[in-house]
């Protein structure tokens, strides 16, 4: 029983999974990071403070504190823009670099000439309407 979860554990995607669980975890810090250290400060250089959670407008008597989602929506906003435009578009680009392009197969089909139907290469009469058709393409 126990050699069943051994080989479970030690199977590659498992691991493979620990291990971008922990980097992950590593790397939402640094995100955390930036986006309070650089990108808030700009916010707030632009719309004059980097935190609404004081924010909370009253309708009679009813008050309504929806500043802290309005700052949970901005840091959501812009962790998610520092992601893609710092991690996932550079590493599109870098995958796409090295990428080679696939040369096309052979193909293993023609144009009948008469009747437009699709043939094996080789064949040498259409089998849809039996018209003779010569050399490898038509």
């Known amino acids: 029983m126990l050699s069943g979860f051994k080989q479970f554990i030690l199977r590659g995607n498992v691991v493979d999974l620990a291990v971008g669980v922990v980097i992950g975890g590593a790397f939402g810090t640094i995100v955390t990071a930036f986006v309070k250290d650089i990108l808030n400060p700009i916010i707030a250089l632009t719309v004059g403070k980097h935190d609404f959670s004081g924010f909370?407008?009253?309708?009679r008597d009813t008050v309504f504190p929806i500043g802290d989602l309005f700052t949970a929506v901005i840091s959501f906003l812009l962790v998610a823009g520092a992601v893609y435009f710092f991690v996932v578009t550079p590493i599109n680009a870098l995958i796409a670099r090295t990428r080679k392009a696939q040369?096309?197969?052979?193909?293993?089909t023609k144009k009948c000439p008469e009747c437009l139907s699709e043939i094996p290469i080789d064949a040498r009469r259409c089998s849809h309407c039996a018209q003779p058709v010569m050399g490898k393409a038509a």
């Open 56 to 59: 909370a407008p009253s309708i």
């Open 103 to 108: 040369v096309p197969a052979d193909p293993t």
